[in-house]
């Protein structure tokens, strides 16, 4: 499964990265709401590497201007990816005990103390 992403500023004049999810996420990446975001967007990743193999795809948009933000983005994104594929790994590898007894709460004790 790819999942798209795309810097935009929104109304408030906030730089987001916003995965296209359902519903999208948004990391807002000048706020301080910012590491609250990327907990969220964790919880979800993680219920989706559960059953599928997850991959973010960065996709240039031409009316973002911040080419800096971009520059960072595209090696977080990078990086994403990198810890995305282990951690289907790992999930591989513990099989049916980790999707049997790994829900929703437990995902997000794990995205609230950054494991």
């Known amino acids: 499964m790819i999942i798209e992403a795309r810097l935009l500023t929104s109304n408030q004049n906030v730089d987001v990265l916003r995965f296209e999810l359902n519903p999208p996420v948004d990391v807002r990446l000048t706020s301080t709401d910012g590491a609250k975001d990327l907990q969220v967007l964790f919880v979800e990743l993680l219920k989706l ?8 795809s960065l996709i240039e948009n031409p ?5 800096m933000y971009f520059n960072i983005c595209t090696e ?9 594929a282990e951690a289907k ?5 513990l099989g049916a005990d980790f999707t049997g007894e790994l829900g929703a709460a437990t995902l997000s004790e794990l995205a609230e103390n950054g494991n």
Do not use: G, M
């Open 76 to 84: 977080y994104i990078l990086d994403l990816n990198k810890d995305l």
């Open 89 to 93: 790994c790992e999930i591989k590898e």
């Open 63 to 67: 009316d973002y201007k911040n080419q």
């Open 49 to 56: 590497l559960i059953n599928d193999q997850v991959e973010i």
